[in-house]
């Protein structure tokens, strides 16, 4: 017990470092040492907390309805419940604040130093990290973690969580059974990895999916998923592996569906060609305020890519046929509209075909029956209803009046 009583000096020294010591070495001496003797056992406890778990953020992190924890660069600690940013009532200082984002980095196999001063990784556990040091963060340690919860297994799982009633569940199983490509859009924070992982949860059993992602968060209940997931270059510059490297290999793999977790960048050529060449079913999420803003921010990624505009639009025009948006309004998060691409003859533009009348959001839940959608809101026909329901027939004959939205 002694010679193992003695390494503690070595573990100690790599916490106040920022670094993650080896965790068989913990094991080793919480094995080693007996309960109670001399206080051991407690002073083991805590420094597994310390090397294993969030430091003085681990009660924020185990709350349950916590999503968001955020540490700014002056100290200040602010907590996402559900309802919006608030503060936390704690602070770390900056020295704090750094060991813990620099040992948290070294958890997440990223590194955070002077050469590099930013990460962005995931957790053992899930929890998403990002971090950024000063002097490109102004004031000190900015710190951000995101806290992954439930992920519903399938549409009925966004129905239980209040994001979907039984009009737009159903239309949203019809989408995934037709093999319509789809992205669902959004702001930061509303909900748009849920609802695709939701999705992903319909498709047949024997689909095989990959799913290509620059940091993991999609986790969709699927037998058959296989994950691809980008690396930055080491301290040299090399080993970097890219989305678009990703996209690549991915092909190679017999998709029945491609998934690229979120596109925002070059790897939107490789995606928008493969939907092209039979690759049907694809999905993904893209950040965009609204369905009217989607072929702007392709036109705006194609470019990363070299894509002129008048490319995109053509790849865009067969590649892309349902655009899912999803919203939040205070602690609700719901899917908002489900829209169609349209060929003007010259561009893309989208199409909402139904739309959910949020002004009845915030009510009993999303699992009303007949026209509620979530949150209670009432759903109405767009421009798009007619093409969607041609598009749904492919699933099985019914279009969305069928399923009750009457509503002109």
Known sequence: MRQEAARWPGVEDAIRAGRAPDLSLIEDVTAAVELGAGGAAVESARLREQVLGFGPLEPLIAESSVTDVLVNGDGAVWVDRGSGVEPAGMS???????????????????????????VDGVLPGGVRLHAILPPLAESGTHLSLRV???????????????????????????????????????????????????LLAECAPHERIVVVEDVRELAPVHPHVVRLQGRLPNVEGVGGVTMVDLVRQALRMRPDRLVVGEVRGPEVREMLAALNTGHDGGAGTLHA?????????????????????????????????????VARVGPARFVRSVGVTRWTGAEVVIDEALVLDDSFVGGSGGGGGGGCGGGGGVVRRGPGAAELERLLRGADGRGPRRLGVDVA
């Open 289 to 325: 305020n609204g369905p009217g803003e989607v072929p702007a921010r392709f036109e705006a990624l194609g470019a990363l890519a070299g894509l002129d505009r008048a490319s995109v639009h053509a790849q865009l025009r067969g590649a892309l046929q349902v655009v899912i948006d």
């Open 92 to 118: 770390l200082d900056d020295v704090a604040a750094r060991a813990l984002a620099t040992r948290l980095a070294g958890l997440a196999r990223r590194r955070l130093d002077e050469a590099q001063p930013w």
């Open 148 to 198: 992954p919860r439930h992920q519903p297994a399938g549409v009925d799982g966004l129905v239980r969580l209040g994001a979907v009633g039984d009009v737009l569940a159903a239309v949203l199983r019809k989408v995934v059974a037709a093999r319509l490509s789809f992205v669902v859009i959004g702001g930061t924070g509303v909900g748009k990895t849920t609802v695709l992982g939701a």
